[in-house]
């Protein structure tokens, strides 16, 4: 069977460059799905058989290698369970977490956290494979290019893209000096042959307009431009109530304030994978007690157990919601992925507001916009944009989540 029968030929061109070209470090970059892990983890295997055959030829004893990535959940879900899948491999770990293959001692990193260093200091490793790279501390990243002293020791990385200023595109992706023995290939979605077409239609139709679109589908390293929310459309995402479905799941976002809005909003999603805003309550000047009286009338509306997903900036006026009854969360604020889950529903026009049930909600969508230089929003007019993440992110991703306070009592 040809090479040209089990990859896609941007894989193919990776491996021909992994084969016979001269790098230290190798960064496959883009989008989401393009297939730039799959072929990564071909190359891993491939390394720790090369680094296996010139270790013993050099007559070194158990070189050592780093596998890296954000966490423990994403080096297993992204590497070790999809090797021993697709391979057919036995990997057993030992006391210390780390595993032996091909005669390498395989030594995990995690690239989340600054600690991620402590797991490789001192370590003379024989490679690194990163994982993610572009959620890695730059530290940890450099902590680990420092361990690879070994003779021939080289570097292969994948990521998605992330704003043009982030030091892994500045630092490397950019870095051109041969000198630096950097190697680069894009990835577009379309580079993937393997995915169904169904699949990659509907992928692209429910990506969000913009710069989750260019990064996630066309694999550019952008920031976003204008409005964050530019698929909501006034015109036919407004319902009357009277059109509600009765088969709703309701919940709240919530985003403390007192000098700057306060907000609290209910929404509601039904059995179709459609989401309401069903209304927005947004003040100044208010004390917890309003904001706890508010929530008695929420759950007396709506029901006792409807979640409250709220800013875990102040976690008094959350004791305050849980002393009083009110099921309050410590919401994960996660910035672009709370927007992009809001965004996806807009854009798969699965979004839509109860008509006269919000006022400052529809104020701040048109004004929220993105900042060029960060690759986030503007902090101005996201008060109501903010309880909107919370809830919708957090409800939808709920299983995902590690809650900070999921007992009431």
């Not at 109860?354 to 902090?379: A, C, F, H, M, R």
Request: charged share 25%; glycine share 6%; hydrophobic share 35%.
């Amino acid at each position: 069977m040809a090479i040209k029968d089990l990859l896609a030929p941007k894989q193919e061109q990776v491996l021909r460059s992994y084969l016979n070209d001269s790098w230290k470090t190798l960064i496959l970059s883009g989008a989401v799905r393009s297939g730039k892990t799959y072929i990564d983890n071909l190359l891993f295997l491939m390394e720790l058989r090369r680094i296996s055959k010139l270790a013993k030829k050099l007559n070194k004893p158990n070189p050592m290698y780093i596998l890296a990535g954000f966490s423990a959940d994403t080096i297993y879900k992204n590497v070790i369970a999809e090797i021993t899948t697709t391979f057919g491999l036995n990997i057993k770990f030992d006391r210390s977490g780390h595993f032996r293959l091909f005669g390498v001692e395989v030594v995990k990193a995690y690239t989340g956290s600054e600690r991620g260093r402590d797991s490789i200091r001192g370590m003379t490793a024989w490679g690194a494979y990163i994982n993610e790279a572009s959620l890695a501390k730059a530290s940890v990243f450099s902590e680990i290019q420092k361990r690879c002293s070994a003779p021939e020791a080289r570097i292969i990385c994948d990521t998605n893209p992330d704003a043009p200023t982030h030091w892994l595109k500045k630092n490397y992706i950019d870095n051109t000096d041969p000198k630096a023995g950097i190697k680069t290939f894009f990835f577009t979605f379309d580079d993937n042959p393997t995915l169904d077409d169904d699949y990659k239609e509907k992928l692209k139709a429910s990506t969000p307009s913009g710069v989750f679109y260019d990064r996630d589908i066309l694999g550019l390293w952008c920031t976003g431009e204008g409005v964050v929310y530019r698929d909501f459309d006034q015109s036919t995402m407004t319902i009357d109530r009277d059109k509600l479905p009765t088969d709703l799941t309701y919940y709240v976002g919530v985003d403390w304030g007192y000098e700057h809005t306060g907000t609290l909003i209910v929404f509601a999603d039904d059995s179709q994978g459609n989401t309401y805003l069903i209304e927005e309550h947004a003040h100044k000047h208010r004390f917890i007690d309003y904001w706890v009286g508010l929530a008695h009338d929420v759950q007396k509306r709506y029901g006792s157990t409807i979640p409250f997903w709220c800013d875990s900036a102040r976690p008094d006026n959350l004791n305050e919601f849980l002393t009083h009854g009110i099921r309050a969360y410590n919401a994960n604020k996660s910035i672009n992925a709370g927007i992009e889950a809001v965004g996806s529903l807009m854009k798969a026009k699965r979004f839509f507001v109860v008509k006269n049930s919000v006022d400052n909600w529809l104020n701040e969508v048109y004004q929220y916009i993105w900042n060029e230089k960060t690759g986030e929003p503007v902090k101005e007019n996201d008060d109501s944009m903010d309880a909107m993440r919370y809830a919708i992110y957090n409800q939808h991703n709920k299983a995902k989540i590690n809650l900070q306070r999921n007992t009431l009592f």
